[in-house]
């Protein structure tokens, strides 16, 4: 059975710092392009960012500006998101993807609030 299964998430201040990780398991994550995606309320879901399944290349959504981090560790079945520099615009639902070829699967999400 494939789960990602996210968390993390919560209610932050502008400024402040959240580690988002995505646990997997049912599948060879090692073999997986993993990405973290968010949902604003009443917007479409956007791609955060995006590493492949080695680790070694790595892509940002052009509003993150440098003040994300995704990393994976493949002995723990597990990707991360780490958040800095938070802002109101970050509030969203934020969900953990794994793609190769044909499969591709997600996560429930955890929920991410930037406010004062």
């Known amino acids: 059975q494939v789960q990602l299964v996210e968390s993390g998430g919560g209610l932050v201040q502008p400024g402040g710092s959240l580690r988002l990780s995505c646990a997997a398991s049912?599948?060879?994550?090692?073999?997986?392009?993993m990405s973290w995606y968010r949902q604003a309320p009443g917007k479409e879901r956007e791609l955060v960012a995006a590493?492949?399944?080695?680790?070694?290349?790595?892509h940002y959504a052009d509003f993150v500006k440098g003040r994300f981090t995704i990393s994976r560790d493949n002995a723990k079945n597990t990707v991360y998101l780490d958040l800095n520099s938070l802002e109101p615009e970050d509030t969203a639902v934020y969900y953990c993807?794994?793609?190769?070829?044909?499969?591709?699967?997600w996560g429930q999400g955890t929920q991410v609030t930037v406010s004062s």
């Open positions: 993807s794994a793609r190769k070829i044909s499969s591709h699967y």
């Open positions: 590493i492949s399944s080695e680790g070694s290349s790595t």
């Open positions: 049912g599948f060879t994550f090692r073999l997986y392009f």
